[in-house]
């Protein structure tokens, strides 16, 4: 793949779904970071599971995931991110040509060689246009940045494509403990806020069962978590739920609100996270 090494992919969405100063962002982060704290466990989780609406919405839930990154932020070096296509249709796959992706706290290279492994899989394309305004993305660097030291990213946009499809593209970059994958979603959308509580109670037992068939109208991200949910069961992982909520019980009303959920998988869950 010719990658385009002269070109960063700037913030799309910095100041509108989290703050754009390099100075408030890490201290917001690093507060919410602080209320998730968990044990130092011995091994990093393989695969997050954690939403990307505003921060205002769903930032508290998805620190609950990226708290337990901390004690790991030397050992993980590079992270896969899989979030939906929410501006561009995506057939498959899309990974763009840019050599970093940049935010408020500054710039993340990708990763070359990880790319050029997916180079020649009929269902991955590159399209810089599909990850130009995506913020499923997004929302995950500055949680990543803050909690990791060095890492580079495999950013991929995931549209139209089978769980089979998506597994694969995850056994190409899966890698030993030094590789993290990000799962980027929501759950259930504009429903009231008992209805998405009875409807994401039920999403979560499909996905703590690693069953890959869950629809859009349960996870805005359904594609790239079945694929998780493939490759996951396919590896023995074991999912642990961290926490769940929605809009209304943040920065919402509950009249019509989004789901949200934080999920680790664990190659073997340490004994420490079965004890509250």
């Known amino acids: 793949m010719q990658i385009n090494t002269s070109n960063h992919r700037p913030p799309a969405v910095a100041g509108q779904f989290y703050s754009a100063s390099p100075e408030a962002l890490p201290e917001q982060l690093a507060r919410w970071l602080k209320a998730s704290v968990s044990p130092e466990l011995p091994v990093p989780p393989k695969i997050l599971l954690v939403p990307h609406a505003g921060y205002i919405y769903s930032g508290a839930m998805a620190a609950k995931g990226y708290a337990l990154l901390n004690p790991h932020r030397a050992r993980i070096r590079r992270v896969v991110v899989l979030g939906p296509a929410h501006r561009v249709a995506v057939n498959g796959l899309a990974m763009p040509s840019v050599a970093a992706f940049d935010t408020p706290m500054g710039a993340i290279p990708l990763d070359r060689e990880a790319l050029d492994l997916l180079a020649d899989m009929p269902q991955v394309v590159v399209s810089d246009e ?12 500055p949680f990543l940045q803050q909690v990791l030291n060095r890492f580079t990213l495999v950013p991929l946009v995931v ?29 259930s959308h504009f429903l009231s806020y008992e ?6 109670s039920q999403t979560l037992l499909r996905i703590l069962a690693l069953a890959p068939n869950l629809g859009y109208d349960e996870a805005c991200g359904a594609a790239a978590v079945n694929g998780a949910l493939k490759a996951a069961a396919a590896h023995g992982l074991s999912p642990q739920l961290l926490g769940a909520c929605s809009s209304g019980d943040t920065a919402g009303d509950h ?22």
């Open 195 to 200: 209805q998405a509580r009875a409807k994401d």
């Open 159 to 187: 549209g139209r494509a089978s769980p089979a499809a998506v597994a694969e593209v995850l056994e190409r970059l899966w890698g030993g403990d030094e590789t993290l994958i990000v799962i980027s979603s929501d759950l």
């Open 255 to 276: 009249a019509r609100v989004v789901g949200y959920a934080s999920l680790a998988f664990w190659a073997k869950i340490p004994e420490e996270c079965t004890h509250e």
């Open 130 to 141: 599909a990850h130009a305004f995506e913020h499923a993305l997004e929302v995950q660097l």
